[in-house]
């Protein structure tokens, strides 16, 4: 166990800390011992140590430092053994003989092979990232991807198996501090100020960010951003001694550096803190490269990213093969300091393929059935089992499509779904209307009002039941009119874009026509005797299926609660509708908490609730049985708390059975996807 005083965050640091130590006591004090460090508390080695605990003492120059002052700080670094790792409950557990996996000791091979890559490449998470991998992609905004692998080393079947998958992500481009601005603003005039607005995105873009100073030829500053201040460059005045005499930034760099400053009219980046800032003109500034880009990209770099990397499986096996003649572990030192052999060759798995489930259709199609090739099937001459009922419909449009082609996209798209076995009046309820984008919920509420009020006229209790919207040219928009459709008014929609609404083909509007089906309630076309293709799983006892997830919110930030999901089958043996219930938890918290719950009521004491409670009595409800086999799939969990959310979770699945009946323990599969 490692620890180091005075205490630093960053993984880096720590390493550039134990290197010191090692060079400087690694074949005198360690035994001549190479140790695998982890970047925290754990350091490995194979052997023991010559000293149960020591205190060791090296000086490091700041790193944010170097090339100026050579400021020198001083750690204590103590080293003491925290316990040794035995191999033979891993082979023991390799050979079946021993039901508990030995987590730690996977953990500390996979830090050894973790080693090497960590100091030669930048690491995110499992994954190594580096410009020597291929050509960087520009995917806009002042973004850059870069490629890279995903490794993990996992027990399987055939005994110590590393996994290895190619990656990529985002990084800043490393670029003047104005160049990334005027990407990520998408300006053209560098002359003009700011906004408001456009200086606190920037604020949340850059703070965090590393920064590296040029208007001093022979000395290079490092600094970390802050923040960005709140005036323009031209009126920031500070201090510059102590007797309290003001100078303005552009003054102070001219007289200071002789360096004439163009953009005064920006904001200045900020580092240090809020009572000793340091004032930093943006021209005068540069990102330092290898810092990803931790916040959420817009749908056009993640677009640009997946057209980077995108490869056809052939492409993907030989990118890593390369990746692993490239890691060359048979050379690395520290695999064979603790005689670890990677082979390099892929390892060949024996499998088949699964047969497609038959499709079904009404009789009164030309085609009854249908097998999917390469998981694709088309509607020509077939027509929908049991085809959903449209009495009143209507049509908004945000885009720039002309009143008559908006009506002939809607009469194409009612023709099909009419011939595809649906019932939809040929007619909307009230007039097509077209909107501003500027004004999307304010179209979206008064046409759920008008059509509210004629059906009242008209002396029906229901609701619109289909709302067609075409988008508008520019994206951004689906988001926020699907929240107001079906979470504010309640009302099904169906998006479209403006470029496939104008130039509709048949195939479209199958497509379309399908997923309205699905929408207005009615199950899909899939074939009910799941049985004769081999499913007794799900077919033979009556069997719920949940699905469950937690979405944690964007690096930076601190308050903002994690969302829990979980949906369950409401149907059987058919599987086609599900549930879903939505729960609130604490920030980053990765197990599900509302699993299940105990309430104290004042008249009726304890009472049982939680998802999945809720979830069984709705099965029940639907479908006149309770279930006696639950399906639990659990996605992204990551191999570390893997133990930890099964337990609590499953331990949580078994509470909210045994609380609705006594004696109620149905057979529960939960089946965990790591990350």
């Known amino acids: 166990m490692v620890s180091i005083n005075p ?4 993984r880096a640091v720590n390493r550039e800390v134990l290197s010191e130590l090692i060079k400087l006591h690694g074949k005198t004090s360690l035994g001549g011992k190479l140790p695998a460090y982890d970047g925290r508390k754990s350091l490995y080695t194979a052997g023991s140590l010559p000293f149960e605990s020591e205190e060791f003492s090296v000086t490091l120059v700041d790193p944010e430092k170097k090339d100026k002052e050579k400021a020198e700080r001083e750690y204590k670094i103590t080293i003491r053994i925290a316990g040794r790792t035995d191999l033979y409950h891993l082979q023991q557990f390799l050979k079946g003989r021993q039901r508990d996996m030995p987590q730690e000791t996977i953990q500390v091979l996979d830090v050894v092979l973790r080693e090497s890559p960590s100091w030669n490449y930048v690491t995110v998470s499992r994954s190594f990232f580096s410009t020597t991998f291929g050509h960087r992609g520009d995917i806009g905004e002042g973004l850059e991807c870069w490629r890279g692998y995903y490794q993990s080393l996992r027990p399987t079947q055939m005994g110590l198996s590393l996994n290895i998958d190619i990656s990529a992500t985002s990084f800043f481009k ?8 005027l990407e ?4 053209r005039d560098a002359s003009r100020p700011l906004t408001d607005r456009d200086r606190i995105k920037i604020k949340k873009a850059l703070r965090g960010v590393r920064v590296e100073t040029n208007h ?7 600094y970390k951003i802050t923040g960005i201040t709140p005036v323009p460059m031209s009126q920031l005045i500070f201090p510059v001694d102590e007797r309290g005499t003001r100078m303005s930034v552009v003054h102070y760099f001219m ?10 009219s920006w904001p200045c980046l900020q580092s240090g803190s809020d009572a000793r800032p340091v004032y930093l003109p943006m021209e005068a500034c540069k990102i330092v490269e290898g810092q990803r880009y931790s916040k959420k990209l817009n749908d056009k770099q993640v677009a640009n990213i997946l057209r980077a990397t995108c490869q056809r499986p052939q492409q993907r096996e030989q990118s890593i093969r390369e990746m692993v003649l490239h890691n060359k572990y048979a050379e690395d030192k520290f695999a064979q300091e603790f005689g670890i052999n990677v082979c390099s060759d892929l390892v060949s798995v024996p499998a088949r393929v699964l047969p497609p489930p038959m499709l079904r259709y009404h ?3 030309k085609e009854k059935t249908c097998a999917p090739s390469v998981g694709q099937w088309n509607m020509i001459n077939k027509k929908m089992i049991n085809g959903g009922i449209i009495d009143n419909w209507a049509c908004v449009s945000f885009s720039r499509m002309r009143p008559e082609e908006v009506h002939r996209f809607c009469c194409d798209l009612i023709q099909m779904c009419n011939m595809t076995g649906m019932s939809v009046n040929s007619r909307p309820l009230v007039d097509n209307r077209s909107a501003s984008p500027n004004h999307i919920e304010n179209a979206l509420r008064d046409v759920y009002r008008r059509t509210t009020e004629m059906l009242s006229k008209q002396g029906h209790e229901k609701q619109l039941q289909l709302l067609i919207v075409i988008l508008p040219e520019i994206s951004g928009s689906y988001g926020k009119i699907k929240k107001v459709c079906e979470t ?7 998006c479209y874009l403006p470029r496939y609404a104008a130039r509709p083909n048949k195939q479209y509007l199958e497509n379309v026509a399908l997923k309205i089906n699905v929408k207005v309630g009615l199950p899909p076309s899939i074939e009910k005797a799941f049985a004769r293709f081999g499913v007794p799983a799900v077919t033979k006892v009556p069997t719920i299926i949940f699905g469950a997830d937690v979405t944690h919110p964007p690096p930076g930030e601190d308050s903002t609660s994690s969302i829990a999901v979980v949906v369950a089958s409401m149907d059987w043996p058919e599987i086609t509708k599900y549930r879903g219930l939505v729960s609130a938890q604490p920030h980053r918290q990765e197990i599900i908490e509302d699993l299940f719950s105990v309430s104290k009521d ?10 999945i409670r809720e979830l069984l009595i709705a099965f029940r409800w639907k479908t006149g049985r309770r279930p006696e086999r639950i399906l639990f799939y659990r996605d992204s969990v990551s191999e570390g708390q893997l133990s930890t959310v099964r337990f609590h979770e499953m331990n949580a699945i078994r509470k909210a059975c045994a609380a609705l009946e006594e004696g109620y323990m149905p057979q529960i599969i939960y089946i965990a996807l790591d990350k």
């Open 488 to 494: 504010d008014l309640g009302i099904v929609s169906q």
């Open 7 to 10: 205490e630093s965050k960053s």
């Open 174 to 181: 490393p670029v003047t501090v104005v160049q990334f601005v």
């Open 184 to 187: 990520f603003l998408n300006l």
């Open 255 to 264: 007289q200071r550096y002789n360096y004439n400053l163009q953009y005064t």
């Open 216 to 222: 001093q030829e022979d000395q290079i500053r490092r």
């Open 602 to 611: 004042p008249q009726r004491g304890n009472v049982n609730g939680g998802m």
């Open 363 to 365: 009789d009164s199609g």
